[in-house]
Nanobody
Framework: QVQPVESGGGLVQAGGSLRLSCAASTRTSSIYAMGWFRQAPGKEREFVAAISWTRSSTWYADSVKGRFVVSRDDAKTTVYLQMNSLKPEDTAVYYC?????????????????WGQGTQVTVSS
């Protein structure tokens, strides 16, 4: 079973950068893709980015394209989210999720395992 664990959140000024990490406590052979979602207060959880585990395909929400980069490290069973040019509207709890099967990487419904989340706050 996969248990994603996020780290790296915090407080940053607008225009700054943060890197989130997500460690998955399982062999990578059981992971199809891993994704990042976020949820701001009073809003629904939304897709941010995802990466496939075998082909290194990546997907991004339009709101973060060109600013965020998702990557993975096979040796450490870890996925990263490099967030640059942060804006106050990026403030949210960021969740890492893992999926063991196909389906749209954009939909939270296709992910099987979720981390506890890490808070990212961007001040103006």
């Amino acid at each position: 079973q996969v248990q994603p664990v996020e780290s790296g959140g915090g407080l940053v000024q607008a225009g700054g950068s943060l890197r989130l990490s997500c460690a998955a406590s399982t062999r990578t052979s059981s992971i199809y893709a891993m994704g990042w979602f976020r949820q701001a207060p009073g809003k629904e959880r939304e897709f941010v980015a995802a990466i496939s585990w075998t082909r290194s395909s990546t997907w991004y929400a339009d709101s973060v394209k060109g600013r965020f980069v998702v990557s993975r490290d096979d040796a450490k069973t870890t996925v990263y989210l490099q967030m640059n040019s942060l804006k106050p509207e990026d403030t949210a709890v960021y969740y890492c999720a893992a999926k063991s099967r196909g389906g749209s990487p954009y939909s939270s419904m296709t992910y099987d395992y979720w981390g506890q989340g890490t808070q990212v706050t961007v001040s103006s």
